[in-house]
């Protein structure tokens, strides 16, 4: 197993910092600003800038400039309270800004992932999706000019939605083809690599019939329609198959993720 370095082991602390949540975030931003007070103040202080302040007051004085205020004049026990009040206040307004930017997010992902509820009429209904779909609806567009307004709702699989695993669908070119089944996968988009996991194959489970190359990246959150990916098989984990239930399914999808991350660990 190769050694990590210095900057993979910043990166990946501050990878396991985010994943902790809001809470997490906001105490290390706030300690990374105290440590740069402290530093600067204590250059000023040490170059005599300010000679008319000792350091404990340089280093309050800047020490509110970082946090957007002016320093309260008063006893410490004045100046502690106020600058308590106002820390507390903007915990509280980060809380609120993330919670509606969270919502709004989720929203978001909720529409592009076709959850929303459609209230139409004398609209055209296309049943699944798939990327001949922009085809499709450039022909009806295309037939239906005359009419002065008009709707088109796609409805995806619903079940494939339940599974939570969001995949890049690519429809394989009429070349060789590799084995049915599973697979570990290393991605390029625009010129970054991700891990992932990938089937290959036409899907029996959910009923599919044609050929589909379904790839699941790790810790990837942007929307791939219509963009370039390529995809490298690296290892092969098991053959296409049946199950009896989309329970079964979704229990092996997740054995097969573990298998290909204890596999990109090592390699």
Known sequence: MKSSNTKERILYSIDNIMAR????????LAFVVILLILVLSIFIWSI?????????????????KGFGREAAEGNWT????TFLLVIVSIFFSSIIIGSIANSISSK???????????????????????????IIINEIIEANKSQKSGCIVVLGDKRATKMNFPTANIIPPNLIHPKKGVYIIKAIYEGIYFN????????????????LLEVHLFNFNSNLY???????FLAF??????FESFEELKKQINRDIKKAQSYHSKY
């Not at 929303?116 to 779909?133: A, D, M, P, Y």
């Not at 219509?226 to 490298?232: A, N, P, Q, R, S």
């Open 21 to 28: 949540g809001s809470f997490s975030i906001i105490i290390a």
């Open 237 to 242: 984990i098991r053959d296409e198959q049946q």
């Open 226 to 232: 219509g963009k370039d990916l390529t995809v490298e």
């Open 108 to 134: 978001i992902t909720e529409l592009r992932e076709g959850k929303s509820k459609v209230i139409e009429s004398n609209h055209t209904v296309i049943l699944g999706w798939s990327e001949s779909v922009y």
């Open 48 to 64: 005599g800038s300010n000679p008319s302040l000792g350091f404990i007051d340089q280093f309050w004085v800047y020490f509110n």
């Open 196 to 211: 992932g996991v990938a089937n290959f194959g036409v899907r029996p489970t959910v009923d599919g019939e044609k050929l």
């Open 78 to 81: 004045y100046r502690l309270t």
